[in-house]
């Protein structure tokens, strides 16, 4: 449709459910037929069929206006009018084809040998000014791993002009089983079990994340055990008296362009101004063939309008929801092994009556304890 071009008009004359009819008959396709009043009506037609309508009109005395015209063929008959812009836009358009497939930059990632990576993919072909196609990715990295031995994983990957090159290199992993115990969130330590290890902390003592609780004994020797603590989980839930809900209507609209590489041509029809509406855009190319592609886009915005209501809710609902939003964030965070020994809830009302907010504090017993390279501690 957006294609072929087509316009939007306003019907002006008596009668005019007739003649609507009477155009239906010619095969000339109407949509979003909109009754203004008795004797105004607004339709859309394919701007192909509008020379087919005239005869018609002037038969039944009345008036056509041709309010909006959507389309391609219009935009490129604004193209043609500029000369020296289609030229321009033409020569962009070539370059951009030529340069979209051409290796323009070798990215290289993930090794300290980039100089040598560099040097090695030179030696095969790769290099900025040759054209993509000449390339066979899975090839090249077979052949690229059996040249360097030194490489353990390769991935080649195209990027718009640019190919990324990411390299894991072959080394060797020293094997640690060397580790200590840290406490992995505040709390005062209830329990301290030994299994294997050095204690550094006792029964009593406040310890925050991070710090040391039981050391490793040896190299070889992981620390072992279990430093139970006396833990708290605090979240605060929010909710407010007045909410706010947005609900679509059926009013819709339509802007389309077209975009060459980063210009983009002027929107028709026009966009809206008004805040009310949210913006979906979808973004079509027009031709794609293997490798080959026209850097020509067609741009699609869609703009829905929208309404806010007010809602108010009581306060009993309103401390509830609080309540409930403040423990599914404690309910995220608490371990499974956690024993519980105490709740407390506190509600504050928020300023000028807007609303409540509910702190949730509970306090229990867990094992606090996790393991951490040594060697990283050290």
């Known amino acids: ?18 003649l609507i009819d009477q155009l239906v008959n010619a ?26 309508i005239r005869p018609i009109i002037r038969k039944r005395l009345c008036q056509i206006r041709i309010v909006e015209k959507i389309g391609l063929p219009f935009i490129l008959n604004i193209l043609k009018k500029r000369y020296f812009v289609l030229v ?23 090794t300290e040998r980039e100089y040598e990576i560099r040097r090695l993919l030179e030696n095969v072909g790769i290099r900025p000014g040759r054209f993509k196609s000449e390339f066979d990715l899975d090839k090249l990295e077979n052949k690229l791993q059996l040249e360097d031995t030194q ?41 301290l079990i030994v299994l294997q290890g050095i204690p550094a902390v006792k029964e009593g003592d406040t310890v925050l994340p991070g710090d040391l609780l039981i050391a490793a004994p040896a190299v070889d020797e992981p620390a072992r055990g279990i430093v139970r603590a006396k833990v708290w989980y605090n979240k605060v839930g929010e909710e407010y008296l007045q909410s706010n809900y947005w609900f679509f209507n059926n009013n819709k609209k339509k802007s389309y362009a077209l975009k060459f590489g980063n210009y ?21 190319k027009l031709f794609r063939w293997r490798n080959l592609g026209l ?14 209501i007010a809602t108010k809710k009581n306060v009993k609902t309103v401390q509830f929801l609080a309540k409930e939003s403040a423990w599914q964030k404690i309910l995220l965070e608490i371990d499974s092994q ?4 105490d709740v407390t809830e506190k509600i504050y009302e928020i300023s000028e009556n ?25």
Request: charged share 30%; net charge positive.
């Open 151 to 191: 490489i353990q994983w390769l991935d080649l990957r195209w990027q718009g002009t640019v190919l990324n090159v990411k390299v894991i290199d072959k080394k060797e992993v020293e094997k640690n089983d060397k580790v200590h115990l840290v406490a992995n969130r505040y709390g005062v330590i209830e329990e």
């Open 27 to 52: 095969e000339i396709k109407m949509w979003k037929v909109k009754k203004i009043t008795p004797d105004h009506y607004q339709a859309y037609i394919f701007a192909a069929d509008f020379e087919k």
């Open 88 to 110: 321009a836009v033409s020569l962009v358009i070539a370059i951009i084809i030529l340069s979209n497939n051409l290796v323009l930059t070798v990215n290289i990632s993930g």
């Open 338 to 341: 956690l024993i519980i020994k």
């Open 264 to 284: 983009i041509t002027p929107y028709y029809p026009p966009r809206p101004n008004s805040r009310n509406f949210i913006k979906y855009s979808k973004i079509k």
């Open 295 to 308: 850097p020509i886009e067609i741009v699609n915005e869609t703009y829905l309008d929208y309404q806010k």
């Open 354 to 378: 807007a609303g409540y907010r509910v702190e949730v504090t509970v306090e229990g017993i867990e094992d606090i304890a996790r393991q951490i390279d040594a060697f990283k501690e050290d």
């Open 1 to 18: 449709m957006y294609f072929r071009g087509y316009l939007k008009i306003d019907l002006k004359g008596n009668a005019l459910s007739r």
